[in-house]
């Protein structure tokens, strides 16, 4: 089928395209960056979400809305008329999901920063993308004529089919779904599981969870494992963490002399190290006494998980060196062997 449109025709339609877009592109530069700069000075983010989600799709906007005025003005006969207004209006719908799913993402990482109850990871992102963009798709088939009834019902039959075939990936969906309600874990925490990995969580996707050991090797755990697994958090409730340092001295010391010096260091230590919870005073414990010394332990409490690395390296160098100075001994292991030898007839 030819379509000859005289040249004049084009013109009207064209100058309302550009007009269209010089016009959006006056709109996201002084009007709508007011809005921005206004945004930007508020305390509260989701107006910055909502602000930067409708930026980047301003311009396109106007475009689709002074295509649809032009072309309206314009007859392409059918079915191209009914096509063109078709495709804007599905252009339309994927711009607005985009934008929806910018806004309720950027909501759910302000949300998550000030309260822990619905965290923000890859699982629930996915999720939020994957329902935005399945509406959408459904709403363009239905805009093109094709009912979605019979896809709907073909999708839960074979829903069922494939729940069956994917049960072990349904599996660590909701594995993970539940480590996240259960808020036994989530990003950032360090955790020890039953089986001796221990590590920083860094995702919690839609099979896997990824976990960072302190020697930067990275494990991935199945969902559906982990969420039946023994685990340790040390950063749940509170990140501080206790640090006792076990130490010996001989039976012929003072141990009022060893507390005085032991507890001096301490607050050195404790004065002179950032990772050392200012919220609890370091304290001694003398606990047992031992085949070869009277054993005592020190207490600090670091600010997160890994402290007591830098603590315990700092506290040994510094007792040791003052316990030279104060002639305070730190005994060797010693033991008494008594050797009996049997007459021989």
Sequence with gaps: MNIEIPYLEWLEPVLTVV???????FFKTYLF?????????TSFKGDDVVINAFNSMIIFWFFLASLSIALSNVE???????YASKLIFSFLVISMSLTASKIVLGMLDVWSKNNNSLPSTGIFKGLINVSIFSLAFLVVLQSFGISITPLLTALGVGGLAVSLALKD??????????????????EGDYVELSNGYQGYVKNIGWRYTTIQERANNVISIPNSVLSGSV?????????????????????????????????????????E???VSKDYKPAIRFREFAASSINFFIYFQGKKFGDHNVILNAFIKKLHKRFQQENIEIPYPIR????????KN
């Design 169 to 186: 990936t349904l599996a660590d969906l909701f594995g993970g779904i539940n480590i996240l309600l259960s808020k036994t874990m989530k």
């Design 33 to 41: 960056s007011r809005l921005k700069s206004f945004s930007d000075k």
């Design 273 to 275: 190290l950032d990772c």
């Design 76 to 82: 392409l006969g059918d079915p191209y008329n009914v």
């Design 231 to 271: 685990s340790k958090n040390y950063t749940s409730m509170d990140a501080a963490f206790r640090v006792p340092i076990q130490v010996g001295v001989s039976y012929d010391s003072d141990l009022d002399h060893v507390e005085k010096i032991a507890l001096e260091v301490a607050e050195n230590i404790y004065n």
């Design 19 to 25: 007009i269209g877009v010089c016009i959006g592109f």
């Design 336 to 343: 008494t062997v008594i050797h009996k030898n049997e007459a």
